[in-house]
């Protein structure tokens, strides 16, 4: 699926990977681009729905959120960067999608970060409606990148683990760090 037009970086996107795909042909340059689907992990700040997800339910407050039927091919941050170094490492051209190649119910990945904060009876889940003209599924193909021979190494359950641990550590005191 092409970048939905409503996602404002969708359009920077496809002009970076045309460029690029331009120099490519030209002889000018080899590149490829990564084409990266729906990251989620530690650094993800506010008002993003993990963050905010976690921070609410961490200090026991009810989250409100759509049904969660549509579905997003979610990857763990950590293996967002693994794969971009391992595509800067192979002799590979044009577009490459980055992403799990398996989309996830919004539902069972914020339900999962409910579960793992022990916190699922304040997931309100259909509160909000349903974005108008939020497509239903966004998944990418992965082939090219699987043929390659690359695949993620965090699962959504280890993704969530990771996460939230990060996101309620308290951060270093700056005054004991040499």
Do not use: C
């Not at 905010?52 to 026991?60: E, I, N, S, T």
């Not at 939020?134 to 699987?146: A, F, G, K, Q």
């Amino acid at each position: 699926v092409p970048y939905p037009p409503r996602y404002r970086s969708g359009g920077a996107k496809a002009e970076v990977a045309a460029l690029g795909g331009e120099l490519s042909a030209a002889g000018a340059v080899s590149a490829v681009h990564a084409r990266v689907g729906f990251v989620y992990g530690p650094g993800e700040k506010a008002p993003r729905v993990v963050p905010a997800l976690v921070q609410a339910l961490a200090k026991g407050e009810r989250f409100a959120s759509t049904s969660g039927v549509q579905r997003r091919d979610y990857l763990y941050v950590g293996d967002v960067g693994r794969a971009i170094a391992f595509l800067a490492d192979h002799d590979t051209e044009g577009v490459v999608n980055v992403g799990s190649g398996s989309a996830v119910a919004v539902a069972d990945l914020i339900g999962a970060f409910a579960e793992e904060l022990g916190a699922p009876e304040l997931l309100d889940l259909g509160a909000l409606p349903q974005r108008v003209g939020d497509p239903e599924v966004i998944e990418l193909s992965v082939r090219r990148l699987t043929e390659l021979g690359w695949k993620p190494e965090v699962d959504i359950v280890e993704g969530v683990r990771r996460t939230v641990r990060s996101m309620l550590q308290p951060p270093p005191d700056e005054t004991t760090q040499s």
